[in-house]
């Protein structure tokens, strides 16, 4: 289970490393953030919708009823439905039929869309209908109902609770991954498993030293994690090289500031570390990581920095 643990945080370590070198990772990031935003300021006006039924006015229909879903009862005029054509460039797109609705002590008969309507029409017929109210264009009927439910509300508060998870998992990505870039990209373990883990670890057969961190501005910038080096010192300073290509790059240390000790989680398990804040050979305040294969070889490295510089 620890040791589960610990590839666990190692590899969310590695995921937040490469996460911030891939500007495609970024990239996509920053547009689902974008368009999970996006999704809930549309999805909060479709939960705020008013979908409440209200009952038809009994006397004249008012304009501040349109957009709202009413529910009128009465007896459908067949023989006084109009017809109304709206036209596209010239060409008839489409046949709008309305027919009128006469509610009891109403002043006026209300205009119905002939779609959804029930399948009996005849001027004795009462139905109750429930539609939305709308306003209508040239040569329709000032206001209308056309039959419709109200839509149900869940599937959009589902939404808006996938895009609130969203913004929230990406909120706290970007905060996770800012707290594991400026420990080095190096997970530290809970110190309540540090001394089990010690008294269950065989000690590694070959010695090593693993950098975590920047090179500086000498090289761009680049930051590496879980690189094998080599550690020389003279009593000026201490270098940092690869084991392999050791002319590719160099980190200097010139005086050692701070040290801290910490064991953290890498490929090769759970590794005593320190942080180190320490000036480069141009005077420069810098931070990096060195995890050792145990606590002796980074001992035997601390040991030696305490003198550089002096």
Do not use: C
Not at 156 to 183: F, K, M, P, T
């Amino acid at each position: 289970m620890v040791s589960l643990f610990i590839r666990s945080l190692n590899k969310l370590s590695v995921m937040s490393y490469l996460s911030g070198r891939s500007r495609l990772v970024k990239t996509i990031v920053m547009g689902v953030f974008v368009a999970a935003f996006a999704a809930l300021f549309t999805l909060r006006g479709a939960i705020d919708a008013d979908t409440t039924i209200y009952p038809l006015p009994p006397m004249n229909l008012r304009s501040t009823m349109v957009d709202r879903y009413v529910r009128a009862s009465g007896t459908l005029l067949a023989n006084g439905a109009i017809e109304v054509k709206t036209q596209l460039l010239g060409v008839i797109d489409r046949v709008m039929r309305f027919i009128p609705l006469m509610a009891p002590a109403a002043a006026e008969p209300l205009m119905v869309l002939d779609d959804n309507l029930p399948s009996a029409r005849a001027g004795s017929n009462t139905v109750t209908l429930v539609g939305k109210i709308l306003k209508g264009e040239t040569r329709q009927p000032d206001l209308y109902l056309s039959i419709m439910s109200p839509p149900s509300k869940d599937p959009y508060r589902v939404a808006g609770a996938v895009s609130v998870a969203v913004i929230g998992g990406i909120v706290i990505a970007i905060l996770l991954n800012w707290l594991v870039r400026n420990a080095d990209y190096a997970i530290t373990i809970p110190q309540i498993l540090v001394d089990w883990i010690a008294k269950a670890k065989q000690p590694a057969q070959t010695p090593f030293l693993l950098w975590f961190g920047s090179l500086g501005a000498a090289y761009g910038g680049v930051v590496l994690r879980e690189i094998s080096v080599s550690f020389k010192a003279i009593p000026a300073e201490a270098k940092i090289v690869p084991v392999y290509q050791r002319d590719l790059w160099s980190v200097i240390i010139h005086r050692t500031r701070t040290v801290r000790l910490m064991t953290i989680a890498t490929s090769q398990g759970a590794l005593p570390a320190a942080q180190l804040e320490f000036e480069d050979e141009r005077g420069i305040t810098r931070k990096g990581l060195v995890a050792a294969s145990d606590r002796s070889v980074l001992d035997a490295m601390l040991a030696v920095l305490r003198y550089v510089g002096q």
